[in-house]
C-alpha cells in the first residue's frame, strides 16, 4: 500500500511560480512513473506530468514549457515547478504513482491563479 501526500499549492498571480512537492510512503523501495494530474469540476482528469525511474518526463500539451517535473528516487518524493501561471492552471492538483502494478492517487492539492 503506497500513500501520497502532497504540499505546495496556494493562491498565486497570474505570472507567478509555485512549487508542488508529493512525497510516498510504503510500497516498494523505488516506485515505478510518478506524477501530477490536475481535475477541475465537471471536467475529464487531465495530464499533467509524469516521470519515469530513470528521468524520462512526459508533459500535457498546456503547460509545456512553463512546467518541469522532477524526481527524487531515495526519497521517493516528485516535485512539480510550475511557472509563468495562468488562471486557466487553477485546480486540484493530484499525485499520482503506479507501484507494483497498481495506480495510486493522492488526496491533492489547491492550486488558484488569479488574473
Known amino acids: 500500500q503506497v500513500r501520497l501526500v502532497e504540499s505546495g499549492g496556494g493562491l498565486v498571480q497570474a505570472g507567478g511560480s509555485l512549487r508542488l512537492s508529493c512525497a510516498a510512503f510504503?510500497?516498494?523501495?523505488?516506485?515505478?512513473?510518478m506524477g501530477w494530474f490536475r481535475q477541475v469540476p465537471d471536467e475529464q482528469r487531465e495530464l499533467v506530468a509524469i516521470?519515469?525511474?530513470?528521468?524520462?518526463?512526459t508533459y500535457g500539451d498546456s503547460v509545456t514549457g512553463r512546467f518541469t517535473i522532477s524526481r527524487d528516487n531515495a526519497k521517493n518524493t516528485v516535485y512539480l515547478q510550475m511557472d509563468s501561471l495562468k488562471p486557466e492552471d487553477s485546480a486540484v492538483y493530484l499525485c499520482?504513482?503506479?507501484?507494483?502494478?497498481?495506480?495510486?492517487w493522492g488526496r491533492g492539492t489547491h492550486v488558484t491563479v488569479s488574473s
Open positions: 510504503g510500497g516498494t523501495s523505488t516506485l515505478s512513473t
Open positions: 499520482h504513482a503506479l507501484d507494483s502494478g497498481l495506480y495510486y
Open positions: 516521470i519515469t525511474p530513470d528521468g524520462t518526463k
